[in-house]
Each structure stands twice: as C-alpha cells, then as structure tokens.
C-alpha cells in the first residue's frame, strides 16, 4: 500500500532543516540585536542570515528604516500594555484615562534600555531615527494616538478645541521633548510636567 504523506509528515520530516530567510527573519534577528545591545550593521546581518547584503536592503529599505521598525514594535507594546492597564481601572475616563496612558508609556520609554542606549551611542543619529518624518515611525506614533483621541471623542468623553490629528502630533511632539529632552537640551526629563502640558491641550487646564 503506498504511503500517503499528510502536511504533518512533511512538516516533521522538514523539522530541524535551515529555513530559509525571509524579511520578516530579518527583522526579526536584527531586533533581537539591537535589543542585546549589538549594534545593528547591515553587512554582519546579511552575513548571519545567509544572504547578499542587496537582498536585505531590498527587503528592509536602509539601516533607519529598519530601526524605525524595531522602535515601533517596541513602542507599540508599551503604548498596547499601557491602554490595557488604563482599561482595567473603571474610574478612568476622558482626559484622565488618556493621561494615565500617556504618563505610564512616557516613563517607560524613559526606562527603556535598549533606546537609552541607542541615543547614547549616537545622540544625532538616534533622534533622527526618532523625530524625522523621513521615518514613518513619527507619522505611525501620530497615527496611533489620534485613533485613540478619536474613540475616547466619539464615546462623548472628551471634546478637544481642535482636529485630534493636530492634537496627536503636538502631544507626539511634547513627549519626545520631554523623554529625550536630556539627549536635545541637557534638561532633565520630567514626565509630570509632559502631563501637565497633556492635559491643558485636551481641557485648557492643568488638571
């Protein structure tokens, strides 16, 4: 009787073989280095993944781009475990449920090794990477926060004086002075007064 392979067979007949890199592994390893602390070189990362370093450019575009891709997939989990802990307090609604979420993802990104570090090494670079709208990782951080504004808006919780896509960038734009602000000015960052600022755009007042 011939033997009939199901996807399983085949899958554990494949189990342990060299699978072959695709974009989502680069990423996937280039983040782990960063995360690590190594720095990220495209050369070394084409090396290790087995492949030509045109190949990976193709795939992750230059050096920045795929830094934007890994700060927003670490921004987002922070931002993401932020609203989680903001929805399991029912107290919180409106402008307070949105400071508590904007005052938590602040003083984590403060505490982030892995992007204190990255600014450390190269302050210039790193906020480039950080700040610029040539990375789409400032438009995706304006993105998300407006999204947010526009739920808590439509739930009738908050009524801004002005378009929340304004509104999100400004907010984008006042956290990044305040977590970075001793990489830009050599101030001490200060995620109350960031807050305080929050809150007087959404209300006119400081709390």
């Known amino acids: 009787m011939a033997s009939r392979l199901t996807p399983l067979s085949v899958a554990l007949n494949e189990d342990g073989k060299e699978a072959r890199p695709t974009p ?4 996937r390893e280039a983040r782990r280095w960063w995360l690590k602390g190594k720095r990220l070189n495209l050369s070394a990362l084409a090396e290790e993944l087995g492949v030509g370093r045109a190949t990976l450019m193709r795939w992750v575009g230059n050096k920045e781009l795929l830094l934007g891709e890994i700060i927003w997939s670490l ?3 922070l931002f993401d475990e932020a609203v989680a802990r903001a929805d399991q307090d029912p107290n919180l609604k409106g402008v307070d449920y949105l400071a508590s ?32 709208n040539v990375n789409p990782l400032q438009q995706r951080l304006v993105d998300t926060w407006r999204d947010l504004l526009d739920q808590q808006v ?38 109350a007064a960031a807050n305080t600022a929050f809150r007087l755009l959404l209300t006119g007042k400081a709390s």
């Open 24 to 27: 989502l592994t680069a990423f």
């Open 75 to 77: 921004y987002k989990q």
């Open 101 to 132: 979420i904007y005052y938590e993802l602040n003083v984590e990104i403060m505490q982030a090794e892995p992007l204190r570090r990255f600014l450390q090494e190269d302050p210039r670079f790193g906020l480039q990477v950080l700040t610029s």
């Open 154 to 191: 439509a739930a009738g919780h908050i009524k801004p004086q002005m378009k929340t896509d304004d509104l999100a960038y400004f907010i984008i734009r006042i956290g990044e002075g305040t977590v970075y602000s001793d990489f830009i000015c050599d101030r001490h960052p200060d995620p």
